[in-house]
């Protein structure tokens, strides 16, 4: 079974910095797209960034400049430093992924989903 565990949400003044991971786990043969979305309440789910296996990056426009997206390949995490958040940067904050595994079936690729972290920012 594979899954996504994130981490690093929390409480914040606007301003201020916080740094989410996310860590895959389980029979996983490659990791290729990994990503972060939120969720605002009231509001659709929308992409933050996304980096490729090669480690080209896109961000939305709202966060250029802010945010930076990483990540560890050995490790199969993902980062998302996110810097000078402002209110309206309050969300849940998904991490998502494009990942073959290992099945009794064979080697799949689907793409899954975190549980979300709370990203609260006051102002």
């Known amino acids: 079974q594979v899954q996504l565990v994130e981490s690093g949400g929390g409480l914040v003044q606007a301003g201020g910095s916080l740094r989410l991971s996310c860590a895959a786990s389980?029979?996983?043969?490659?990791?290729?797209?990994m990503g972060w979305y939120r969720q605002a309440p009231g509001k659709q789910r929308e992409l933050v960034a996304i980096?490729?296996?090669?480690?080209?990056?896109n961000y939305a426009d709202s966060v250029k400049g802010r945010f930076t997206i990483s990540r560890d390949s050995a490790k199969n995490t993902v980062y998302l430093q996110m810097s000078s958040l402002k209110t309206e940067d309050t969300a849940v904050y998904y991490c998502?992924?494009?990942?073959?595994?290992?099945?009794?079936?064979?080697?799949?690729?689907?793409?899954?989903w975190g549980q979300g972290t709370q990203v609260t920012v006051s102002s």
């Open positions: 998502n992924a494009d990942m073959r595994q290992y099945r009794s079936d064979g080697i799949k690729e689907n793409n899954y």
């Open positions: 389980g029979s996983i043969v490659s990791v290729n797209a």
């Open positions: 980096i490729n296996s090669g480690g080209s990056t």
